[in-house]
Nanobody, 128 residues
Framework: QLQLVESGGGLVQPGGSLRLSCVAS????????IGWFRQAPGKERERISCDSTRDGSKYYADSVKGRFTVSRDNAKNTVYLQMDNLEPEDTGVYYC?????????????????????WGQGTQVTVSQ
């Protein structure tokens, strides 16, 4: 069974940074479109980033563009979400997710419904 486990969340002051990790088990993460999502209290789950298997590019939502960066360590089967200049609006539970299989797609083409496998989430709180 494909598994994803996030870690690295916590409490940080506005303007601070965190790095989240997403470790995969039972599949080679490097060939999948891995997405990052977040869900704030009372709000719908929001897609914030997704890899492209078509050209290696990365999609970022406008709300995080220029502040968040996704990277991979294929040897560790791990994807990272570096979050800089955090704002209170970034507070929420952060999830990584994978689609049901390999497909050549641009990251922006995938929506929440395209992802089948989800981690348990890690809480990020940005507050004074």
């Amino acid at each position: 069974q494909l598994q994803l486990v996030e870690s690295g969340g916590g409490l940080v002051q506005p303007g601070g940074s965190l790095r989240l990790s997403c470790v995969a088990s039972n599949f080679k993460m490097e060939i999948y479109n891995i997405g990052w999502f977040r869900q704030a209290p009372g709000k719908e789950r929001e897609r914030i980033s997704c890899d492209s298997t078509r050209d290696g590019s990365k999609y970022y939502a406008d709300s995080v563009k220029g502040r968040f960066t996704v990277s991979r360590d294929n040897a560790k089967n791990t994807v990272y979400l570096q979050m800089d200049n955090l704002e209170p609006e970034d507070t929420g539970v952060y999830y990584c997710a994978a689609p049901p299989g390999y497909k050549l797609q641009y990251g922006y083409e995938l929506t929440l419904a395209d992802f089948k496998f989800w981690g348990q989430g890690t809480q990020v709180t940005v507050s004074q």
